[in-house]
């Protein structure tokens, strides 16, 4: 049974770092795509990080240069480290698996199979 546990989340103010961990539990993280996901309050869910099994990646064009995606495939772990925080960010964060996405480039929340319960992010102003 594929499991996906989120942790890392919490409340910090704007301008603050947090390092979100996913640990992936009944399957190899290293033969998946892995992406990070977030869905503030009365939004749709959007994509923020991919990283491929050969540990390439991509962002949204919002948190480029502030956010890193890395795995570490001996602990099927995968990571979301969070620089200058905004208030706007403030969103529930979500990892999620794909054995192939279409198009992994554009991290479309369609492409994935399988998704952890989230961790809560809270950045305040």
């Known amino acids: 049974q594929v499991q996906l546990v989120e942790s890392g989340g919490g409340a910090v103010q704007s301008g603050g770092s947090l390092r979100l961990s996913c640990v992936a539990y009944?399957?190899?993280?290293?033969?998946?795509?892995m992406a990070w996901f977030r869905q503030a309050p009365g939004k749709e869910r959007k994509g923020v990080a991919v990283?491929?099994?050969?540990?390439?990646?991509r962002y949204a064009d919002s948190v480029k240069g502030r956010f890193t995606i890395s795995r570490d495939n001996a602990k099927n772990t995968l990571y979301l480290e969070m620089n200058n925080l905004k208030h706007e960010e403030t969103a529930m964060y979500y990892c999620?698996?794909?054995?192939?996405?279409?198009?992994?480039?554009?991290?479309?929340?369609?492409?994935?199979?399988?998704w952890g319960q989230g961790t809560q992010v809270t950045v305040s102003s």
């Open positions: 009944g399957y190899a993280l290293s033969n998946y795509y």
């Open positions: 999620a698996a794909a054995k192939r996405p279409s198009a992994w480039v554009l991290i479309r929340e369609y492409d994935y199979n399988y």
């Open positions: 990283s491929t099994f050969d540990s390439s990646s």
